[in-house]
């Protein structure tokens, strides 16, 4: 049975993921002909990854799922302690990234290359963690966590839901966000030259 806090994580997990897959595809293709709109879609992705993920995603992990599983798996401890470092320095990660990206775009190329090199490393860091949580924790709470930790989590994790992964309970203020992002983004990651 798949309860409904393992669904959301994962759904999260795949929104997160799509999106930092299209930043990679946006620093592959570079800013062309269209400097603003370009910074204006990676600006607002960078939004996207502080905004949900930093704010309301890590804390419902380290502060719900985890401390269970590793009560209830000691051999999970190393990768949580691991996983809740990446949590508390992530917030600053992602500021560093949006402050690296302003340089670039008010003082040039001269910039470029080290948001690039940033960038890349904290999507390909992200992707490793997001797959630790799902090959060691998410089994491990699987295999572990009784029905009423299950309860408890899927109350928990019912409350603060991303807002681009979740259809049905889409946050209308994330709306123009996510339009935003799609509909200047390039193809294949947007629709702006449809």
């Not at 799922?65 to 508390?88: C, N, S």
């Not at 009423?148 to 992964?165: H, M, Q, S």
């Amino acid at each position: 049975m798949v309860h409904e806090s393992m669904r959301v994580i994962i759904d999260e997990h795949s929104a997160l993921s799509a999106m930092l897959r299209s930043l990679i595809m946006m620093m592959d293709r570079g800013p062309l002909d269209d400097r603003d709109q370009f910074f204006d879609v990676l600006r607002a992705m960078l939004f996207y990854v502080d905004e949900f993920p930093e704010r309301l995603h890590h804390p419902k992990e380290s502060t719900l799922l985890f401390p269970r599983v590793a009560f209830l798996a000691p051999q999970t401890q190393e990768t949580i302690r691991r996983l809740d470092h990446d949590h508390a320095k992530g917030e600053a990660s992602v500021r560093e990234l949006q402050h690296l990206l302003l340089a670039w775009e008010l003082l040039g190329e001269s910039r470029r290359f080290v948001f690039d090199h940033t960038v890349r490393a904290y999507c390909l860091f992200y992707l490793d963690h997001m797959r630790l949580e799902e090959t060691i924790i998410l089994p491990a709470a699987q295999k572990m966590l009784t029905e009423a930790d299950w309860n408890a989590l899927d109350e928990a994790f019912a409350l603060n839901v991303d807002p681009l992964a979740q259809k049905s309970m889409r946050d209308p203020s994330f709306d123009l966000l996510f339009s935003r992002i799609v509909m200047q983004a390039p193809s294949p990651i947007g629709l702006a030259d449809a």
